[in-house]
């Protein structure tokens, strides 16, 4: 069997440059330089022009003629398409993860629970978030669809994007708003259980929940 292929260094540059996105050391509609990455990350020009040409085909830089590359704002619209998308994955996925269960996804899963219980601090608002995340990621990854799940992360990817927009513009909302519940408890138990309509009922309503709470404060307007 082919093994799985390395990250190229393009594919490493391209991640960070994600990362900067998100942790807020560059900001939604400021234009970075291919000269400013290269200093940044102290390598050769030809990995971060490749990282930067598939970040625009990616929809997540824009290229601005002779005078750099500007992170895209996301939308409303985009906010919705996510969802559709994250929708069909993972409830279509849940039906598979259900019929043989795999104890060590349960176990990750669980364990993604127990992480979670704790209160949403101000300081604990990303690590909620990437909680989330990482429960759904290994949820869908149960139901053994590899191509599925590479679509998934790109799609989680984006709302994570969105996330920052959101936090970095709106912290407080951000902060007071931030969700705490136990929907994912409840929808291991009911896997657990081969319960398949609560199961996907309850996994409707957290995906759509996410939704919600990005679309009130940042994402009103669609353009």
Same mark, same amino acid.
């Given at each position: 069997m082919e093994t799985l292929r390395k990250p190229t260094l393009k594919d490493e540059v391209y991640q @960070?440059?994600?990362?900067?996105?998100?942790?807020?050391s560059i900001k939604t509609g400021e234009i970075i330089t291919e000269k @400013?990455?290269?200093?940044?990350?102290?390598?050769s020009k030809s990995p971060v022009?490749?990282?930067?040409?598939? +970040?625009?085909? %990616?929809? $997540?830089l824009k290229s601005?003629? =002779?005078?750099?590359?500007? $992170?895209? @704002?996301?939308?409303?619209? %985009?906010?919705? %398409? /996510?969802?559709? $998308? =994250?929708l069909y994955?993972?409830?279509g996925c849940l039906q598979r993860l259900i019929e043989s269960p795999s104890e060590v996804h349960l176990a990750q899963l669980r364990e993604l629970n127990r992480l979670r219980i704790k209160p949403v601090e101000q300081k604990d608002v990303w690590s909620a978030w990437n909680n989330n995340v990482q *429960?759904? /990621?290994?949820? +869908?990854?149960?139901?053994?669809?590899a191509y599925a799940l590479d679509v998934l992360e790109k799609t989680l990817s984006t709302c994570t994007r969105a996330y920052a927009q959101l936090y970095y513009s709106h912290r407080e909302s951000v902060i007071s708003n931030s969700?705490?519940?136990? &929907?994912?408890? =409840?929808? $291991?138990? &009911?896997?657990? &259980?081969h319960r398949t309509d609560d199961a996907v009922a309850l996994l409707r309503e957290d995906i759509l929940r996410m939704q919600t709470?990005? /679309?009130? *404060?940042?994402f009103n307007e669609i353009h």
């Open positions: @960070q440059i994600i990362e900067l996105i998100c942790n807020g @400013q990455l290269i200093n940044h990350f102290g390598i022009r490749e990282a930067l040409i598939q +970040l625009c085909h %990616d929809k $997540v601005i003629p =002779r005078c750099g590359y500007q $992170v895209i @704002q996301i939308q409303a619209k %985009d906010i919705q %398409d /996510l969802t559709e $998308v =994250r994955l993972e409830l *429960f759904h /990621l290994c949820l +869908l990854e149960g139901a053994g669809n969700p705490h519940t136990h &929907a994912h408890e =409840r929808i $291991v138990t &009911a896997v657990e &259980a709470h990005l /679309l009130p *404060f940042g």
